[in-house]
């Protein structure tokens, strides 16, 4: 009896774990889209299976093209909005 008390309570505490890292990676994203420095770029082009390093990489090159002066340092985050 007390064999299957554990393993309950092992599921349990599994679920629970699950639950919080699903929590905290919702206040995370909820966290990186209040950030009143968010600057949304419309027309990059969408290349099939990109990495956000590609993205940011796409980001640079269109403020040298646009000749916006924005150094570097200064994009900490980049990545795509939408479905895949």
Same mark, same amino acid.
Request: proline letters at 4%; charged letters at 25%; glycine letters at 4%.
């Given at each position: 009896?007390?064999?299957?008390?554990?393993?309950? #309570?092992q599921?349990? *505490? =599994?679920g &629970?774990k699950t639950?919080?890292?699903?929590? &905290?990676?919702? $206040?995370?994203? #909820?966290? =990186?889209?209040?950030?009143?420095?968010? &600057?949304? $770029?419309?027309? #990059? +082009? &969408?290349?099939?299976? +990109?990495?956000?390093?590609m *993205? #940011?990489?796409?980001?640079?090159?269109?403020? *040298? +093209? =646009?000749? *916006?002066?924005i150094?570097?340092? =200064?994009v900490?985050?980049?990545?795509? $909005?939408?479905?895949?």
């Amino acid at each position: 009896m007390q064999d299957s008390t554990i393993k309950v #309570l092992q599921s349990s *505490v =599994a679920g &629970l774990k699950t639950s919080n890292e699903s929590i &905290l990676g919702k $206040i995370d994203e #909820l966290e =990186a889209y209040s950030r009143r420095q968010c &600057l949304r $770029i419309d027309g #990059l +082009e &969408l290349v099939p299976n +990109e990495s956000n390093d590609m *993205v #940011l990489t796409n980001v640079q090159n269109y403020f *040298v +093209e =646009a000749e *916006v002066k924005i150094p570097e340092v =200064a994009v900490d985050r980049v990545h795509r $909005i939408g479905p895949k």
